[in-house]
């Protein structure tokens, strides 16, 4: 019988789990207390044996062969091992409980599906559910050692009630080597088509939901007959159970405690018992016990799942919602909360502090944001879709090469360069010095690095501006400033100390000529 202790940590308290210490039945101490005796004598009979009947030549060598035990036994993978073969078993546990064939669904759709209050309504009912209960006993009596000691035979399941003599007849003359199970199921699905030409079955819509809860029902069957047919992998329980029982016979030897005496490193203190090591076995083989009785639930260990228990509810349980339940309804009356626009359930005097208790609003119900992160932004003043791109700003490029004119195409393709790197404000052109810290057009700092980097990534820029096509630059690596020329035409640009005035231009004004730019490059970009 399973071993429940729900109620007993319904509620977390100070020493909650300590009184499920002392329980005895489906305990690790049931379980384990015959290793544990054996493993603790084994040990002391070999401790007495060291201090008491070997000689000295004799204890040296075994000395010598405890501290190699020690040494090499955790050398042994136990913990790695064993706990994913216990984590495999827990889920392969809870996963054939899960297909358990419980008729809690079928009978409900076979009392609302097969309709008829006469006697031969209420026959069908009832043998729908009892073939499906009879395919659930004949594939539980082959898994589980519990149910086959109560049904061993057919003539038991005859007996019981849940197959007519002439139905095992007909069971027993279809011929088959493998288990028959499946066959009620075949004639649940006889009956139902049956029960739907005599117009008991109303519409095929009805049928189909009978077929597919019968189905699930079925797959459930077949599930169990899986899982008892492929186990764990031999060789991974074999591996396990070799580790554990390895290592702790190497304990035996390697946890001795030797003679101070012999100045043996790490056996400063003699002891007749080992306490970590009965605990370390306590705590491994207990932990290959709890895989050993949860590999196989269909046995008869105290945590074994109760099968005969659930045999016995099932075909109550399903047998008295098909027929005695079935079109059996209470008087339809108004509920107590009828003319309630907020019905509510009365509280007893141990639950009303729930009532004072805020109901929960969702996980960001208390936040609370500034004022002015609230308000809308207009959406056609929001850029979409656009990445920052990469720039060179135009500031370190007026501080290169002020000797010669610029080339007449290369203007244009600065203007085309400025009109690519838009993000440059206004005010970074403006100055020409590097500093940050001061917003003067006098400046007497030197940045020799900063000017170094700043006309190597100019005259990248320049390279791939004369090169558009993506030809390579001239043998030997980059061109010189005087092989190139200068970047851009500085001689209007406005000069420390000076009065900054747009330049005086010869001659009529061209076409497109803005005679308010600062600048030959603001007067490209407009354009």
Known sequence: MTVTYTARVANARFGGFYKLLLLWRGSIYKLLYKEFLAFFVTYLGLSLTYRFVLAEDQKRYFEKLVIYCDNYANLIPVSFVLGFYVTLVVNRWWSQYSCMPMPDR???AISGSVHGGDERGRLYRRTLMRYSSLSAVLILRSVSTAVFKRFPTIDHVV????????????YENLSSSYNKYWIPCVWFTNLAAQARKEGRVRDNCALKMLMEELNQFRANCSMLFHYDWISVPLVYT????????????ACLIGRQFLDPAQGYEGHDLDLCVPVFTLLQFFFYVGWLKVAEQLINPFGEDDDDFETNLLIDRNFQVSMMAV?????DLPLLEKDRYWDASNPRAPYTAATVFLLHQPSFQGSTFDMTLPKEDMQFQPLEEIEEGLEPSRHVPLHLLNRLLATGPAPG??????SLLRRKNSCVSEASTSYSCLCQDTQSTDCSCSHEEALAEESDLARRSQISLLHPDGAAPVAGGFPSPQDVGPLVDTSFLPQPGAAQEPPARSGPPSAGYRPWLQNRIEEETMA
């Not at 591996?239 to 029982?245: E, G, L, N, R, S």
């Not at 027929?323 to 079109?327: A, C, R």
């Not at 195409?409 to 600065?414: A, D, I």
């Open 106 to 108: 079928l009978m409900c």
């Open 323 to 327: 027929d005695e339940m079935y079109d």
């Open 409 to 414: 195409s290369f203007g244009r393709r600065l």
């Open 159 to 170: 007996e019981a009630g849940f197959m007519t003599r002439a139905e095992r007849k007909k």
């Open 238 to 249: 074999q591996v396990v159970t070799i580790a554990v029982y390895s290592f702790f016979v």
